[in-house]
T-cell receptor, first 113, second 110 residues
Framework: DVKVTQSSRYLVKRTGEKVFLECVQD?????MFWYRQDPGLGLRLIYF???????EKGDIPEGYSVSREKKERFSLILESASTNQTSMYLC????????????FGPGTRLTVT | RKEVEQDPGPFNVPEGATVAFNCTYS??????FFWYRQDCRKEPKLLMS???SGNEDGRFTAQLNRASQYISLLIRDSKLSDSATYLC???????????FGSGTKLNVKP
């Protein structure tokens, strides 16, 4: 079974803090994603990566950056957290060209106060 | 305008009922379509892909109507365990860009 893990289930940070969310997958998938999920808005893509050190912006990249130094690990960074970044953050991975299925981690509920 | 629109529900149905959800998408270049299921406080999981000719997996049937730009999910003989939020997902012309609807909540009651 594919396993995607996220470093924290719940996180509370203060406005202006730098926040790191870590995601690890154990199935050697090339593609990894960061989404945020908000009520009424569904999942929105922040960034994705298709290879080590490669990244592309999704639909809402403002205020976020990412890092992929190893194939199995994809990090989301909030350089200076703001209250409007309070959300559920979901990481996902997908194998190569033959499969569209995304496997999601359990999510991190981030609250910025 | 959102790429993918769903009725948020909730749909409250008794066990054994048949229930159907629709989802509309705005981009005619959309290429691939999926239904994911998300249980309360859990991550989404792929339920089924939606093929042009329609497809069935046990009690679940998915249909695609390209002319009207909607996909549907039909659940027959509903079980209590079907209670969840069903997310419609569309892939346009980028292999890694997926657009999610906000989900339709289903409550199956005894």
């Amino acid at each position: 079974d594919v396993k995607v893990t996220q470093s924290s289930r719940y996180l509370v940070k203060r406005t202006g803090e730098k926040v790191f969310l870590e995601c690890v997958q154990d199935m050697d998938h090339e593609n990894m994603f960061w989404y945020r999920q908000d009520p009424g808005l569904g999942l929105r893509l922040i960034y994705f990566s298709y290879d080590v050190k490669m990244k592309e912006k999704g639909d809402i990249p403002e205020g976020y950056s990412v890092s992929r130094e190893k194939k199995e690990r994809f990090s989301l960074i909030l350089e200076s957290a703001s209250t409007n970044q309070t959300s559920m953050y979901l990481c996902a991975s997908r194998s190569g060209a033959l499969s569209y299925e995304q496997y999601f981690g359990p999510g991190t509920r981030l609250t910025v106060t | 305008r959102k790429e993918v629109e769903q009725d948020p529900g909730p749909f409250n149905v008794p066990e054994g009922a048949t229930v159907a959800f629709n989802c509309t998408y705005s981009n005619s270049a959309s290429q691939s379509f999926f239904w994911y299921r998300q249980d309360c406080r859990k991550e989404p999981k792929l339920l089924m892909s939606v093929y042009s000719s329609g497809n069935e997996d046990g009690r679940f049937t998915a249909q695609l109507n390209r002319a009207s730009q909607y996909i549907s999910l039909l659940i027959r003989d509903s079980k209590l365990s079907d209670s969840a939020t069903y997310l419609c997902v569309v892939n346009i012309n980028n292999f890694n860009k997926f657009y999610f609807g906000s989900g339709t909540k289903l409550n199956v009651k005894p």
